[in-house]
């Protein structure tokens, strides 16, 4: 039972559910009081049937005692026709039996007749006269004297008795009367209840349904309306208008207690500010921006927009806690508004993030100047903890067109940092369509490389390398070409910058060494004489968890060793920086056989010093070197150093970029092993190196031959 309670407790939360029970309950409630009340009214109404009673009962008696008066009557008749012993005997009994019933009777009548009470008596003073006249009848035929009694009983008792009839009538007309009213009060009067519960209970329950339409109309509904704008408050949303807020009554009063309380809300948004830095949200720099292009003062200005954001802030938070952190963050903010002249309005967004409306500065070299003072100011740090916590920002700026949203000019002051991030840490950059273009550019090609690798447009294109003197092929270099559906065939620079940036790189690299492993193993099974494969890496590919393990699976699956693959890194790969990872996985391709080479040997910052860190089998020349080597002594002498280098550490070298006879012929002088380049083959595709192969006949290096011989 107790559940029960509760559940119904549950159901009747709300105004609305409580205001239907309450209804029901008086529903319930009317309908007891009508049946109370028509039992009332039913008693009520049985009052005039008692009443109805008494002259019923009456009538009764009054009807007895005549009958019993013309019992007597008759007999008296009967004696004076014939009076003797027996009709005299008779008479006596009659009217001992009729004596005995009439006196009850008139009992009756006295009791309950007393509203004609004087008749009554008459009627009993009537009925007594006649006793003396009866014992006098009696004596007569006792006395033996017929006539006597005869003319007693005509002249004197039957006339007395008849003058009793003749009252009594009356006395009956009248109680018939008394019941026959009686009665038909009674029926009217319960017609008349029954009828008047009726009326009231529909009376009552049409107020009902009409209290509870107002009560819908009037509280129910305006209420649950200005609960779902306080809720729509609450969840921030602030331009919905609130309703019934011109009622005059208590409803009305909430209403507008809510319209304030919503004022209020949208007011302290205005108002609302980064919490730690105290500068304004990009939000509000929006409407600042809006406020300004209304304004006839403000409108004709012209702006721009700077995004400054601190260069490697995770550092800064990992080395000195969330606390440092937000020192750092507070000391920009500081910097920021103490650059702000009259009309300038600074503003943080998420993160290390901050922009700086400047107002008034038409030209944009000037807002770059000014951004990178700013940016200046921001690296010379602030003490945290009694330490110097010193950072670099960088950023980007844009001049405001009045046409275009805040959203878009953001984004584009946002681009020209990415582009100053690039450019090195603490570097300012101005957006120019140029870049935005650049961009733009960037965006689509990563789409298309996504596109691209899923259905399997990059492939590998093969360059041949061959031993310098002797033109033996010594193996192929796998370059990546992009076989665009629109644009043709691609190549590298026009797409690997942006897998690199975009993060497609290891899908790339991997399709890279999948094609070309398999390609070698299938010119080895028909018999073409391919002894290796030279494969490029960047040293995030080499950075990447189980990347060694994947390489030597590839390798095996294609039937291969790996002596038979070349791993060419950039210098940048081995320089220390690169880190651990790159390094083990370094070690583990040298003791698995892999052959490594250096790529673009003298192009990197840290050339010879990195040579002695990983057991390299060789070092790729840079085409730098080796282009126009004939014509110039200070490229010859340089590639010559190099050459001298690599034969002191015991390592083979490959000349880049060979474009004439005359390279490969000085290269041979110098003592290079295997030249790459034009002069050989460009990059071609799988099927053209197959027919390549099929045509090549090493040519011997003239020198080469002349010395054999
Ligand atoms: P790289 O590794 O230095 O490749 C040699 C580049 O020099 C190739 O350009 C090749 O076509 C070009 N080349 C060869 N001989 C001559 C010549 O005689 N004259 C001239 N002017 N150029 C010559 P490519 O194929 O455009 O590749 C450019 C760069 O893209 C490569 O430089 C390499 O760094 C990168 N790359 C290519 N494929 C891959 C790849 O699969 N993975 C990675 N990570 N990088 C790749
Ligand atoms: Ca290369
Ligand atoms: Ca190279």
Not at 217 to 235: C, G, K, M
Not at 241 to 259: H, L, V
């Amino acid at each position: 039972m107790i559940p029960r309670v509760r559940m119904l407790k549950d159901r009747v939360q709300s105004i609305q559910a409580r205001v239907s029970l309450a209804i029901a309950i008086a529903a319930v409630a009317m309908g007891v009081a009508a049946l109370l009340i028509y039992s009332a009214t039913d008693r009520l109404a049985s009052l005039p049937e008692r009443l109805y009673q008494r002259p019923y009962k009456v009538g009764l008696a009054l009807r007895d005692v005549r009958a019993d008066l013309m019992i007597v009557q008759y007999s008296l008749q009967n004696l004076a026709s014939a009076p003797t012993p027996l009709t005299l005997r008779r008479f006596k009994q009659k009217v001992q039996a009729a004596d005995g019933r009439i006196a009850s009777s008139l009992k009756v009548i006295d009791e309950r007749f007393d509203s004609e009470r004087a008749l009554v008596s008459e009627l009993r003073t009537g009925y007594l006269a006649w006793v003396p006249v009866r014992d006098a009848v009696v004596a007569e035929v006792e006395a033996g004297d017929a006539v006597a009694a005869y003319t007693l009983v005509k002249t004197e008792a039957v006339p007395m008795i008849l003058d009793v009839v003749e009252d009594l009538d009356f006395l009956l007309t009248l109680s018939d009367f008394y019941a026959g009213t009686a009665r038909s009060q009674n029926q009217a009067l319960r017609r008349m209840t029954f009828g008047g519960v009726l009326i009231a209970l529909l009376v009552g329950l049409s107020g009902l349904f009409i209290l509870s339409f107002f009560l819908r109309r009037a509280v129910i509904t305006p209420t649950t309306e200005i609960s779902r704008a306080i809720r729509r408050i609450a969840e921030g949303e602030l331009h919905h208008p609130i309703p019934f807020c011109n009622r005059p009554d208590e409803i009305g009063e909430i209403a507008r207690s809510t319209k304030i309380f919503m004022d209020y809300a949208l007011a302290l948004k205005r108002l609302e500010l980064d919490w730690l830095t105290g500068l304004a949200s990009r939000d509000q720099l929006r409407e600042h921006v809006g406020l300004l292009r209304t304004d006839p003062e403000t409108q004709a200005l012209p702006s721009a927009l700077a995004y400054f954001d601190i260069d490697d802030f995770a550092d800064t938070n990992d080395a000195f806690g969330r606390k440092g952190g937000d020192a750092l963050l507070i000391h920009v903010a500081k910097v920021l508004r103490d650059h702000c002249r009259i009309g300038d309005f600074a503003a943080r967004d998420t993160g290390d993030g901050f922009i700086m409306l400047i107002l008034g500065m038409p030209d944009i070299e000037d807002v770059t100047r000014l951004a990178a003072e700013i940016c200046i100011d921001i690296s010379k740090g602030v003490d945290f903890e009694d330490q110097a916590l010193r950072c670099s920002c960088s950023a980007g700026v844009v001049m405001c067109d009045p046409q275009e949203a805040v959203d878009e000019l953001l984004l584009k002051a946002e681009r020209a940092l990415q582009q100053a991030q690039k450019n090195g840490r603490g570097s300012v950059e101005a957006y120019t369509e140029e870049l935005g273009e650049r961009l733009r550019h960037h965006r689509e090609t990563l789409a298309g490389l996504n596109f691209a690798l899923q259905y399997d447009e990059l492939v590998p294109f093969f360059q041949p390398q061959i031993a310098a003197d002797t033109g033996e092929l010594a193996g192929f270099e796998a370059l990546v070409r992009w076989n665009h559906p629109e644009q043709g065939v691609l190549s590298p620079w026009q797409f690997i910058d942006v897998a690199i940036t975009g993060g497609l790189l290891s899908k790339l690299t991997d399709m890279m060494i999948s094609k070309s492993l398999q390609q070698l193993a299938d010119w080895r099974r028909r018999g073409f004489d391919v002894p290796r494969m030279s494969l490029n890496f960047a040293a995030s590919d080499l950075g990447r968890a189980g990347f060694v393990d994947h390489l030597m699976l590839e390798v095996e699956r294609a039937g291969l060793e790996p002596s038979d693959v070349c791993v060419e890194l950039l210098e940048t790969a081995m320089i220390e920086d690169a880190g651990e990872p790159v390094s083990r996985a370094l070690d583990r391709l040298g003791q698995l056989g892999f052959k490594i080479e250096l790529d673009d040997f003298g192009t990197g910052h840290a050339a010879i010093s990195t040579l002695h860190l990983v057991k390299l089998s060789g070092i790729k020349i840079d085409r730098s070197f080796i282009t126009n080597l004939d014509q110039n002594l200070d490229q010859q002498h340089l590639t010559l150093g190099i050459l001298r280098i690599s034969r002191a550490l015991d390592i083979g070298t490959v000349a880049e970029g060979v474009e004439s006879e005359a390279e490969r012929d000085l290269l041979v002088k110098l003592g290079c092993d295997t030249i790459q380049g034009y002069w050989v083959s460009p990059p071609m595709s799988a099927a053209d190196t197959t027919l390549w192969i099929e045509e090549y006949r090493p040519q011997p290096c003239t020198d080469t031959v002349a010395k054999s011989a």
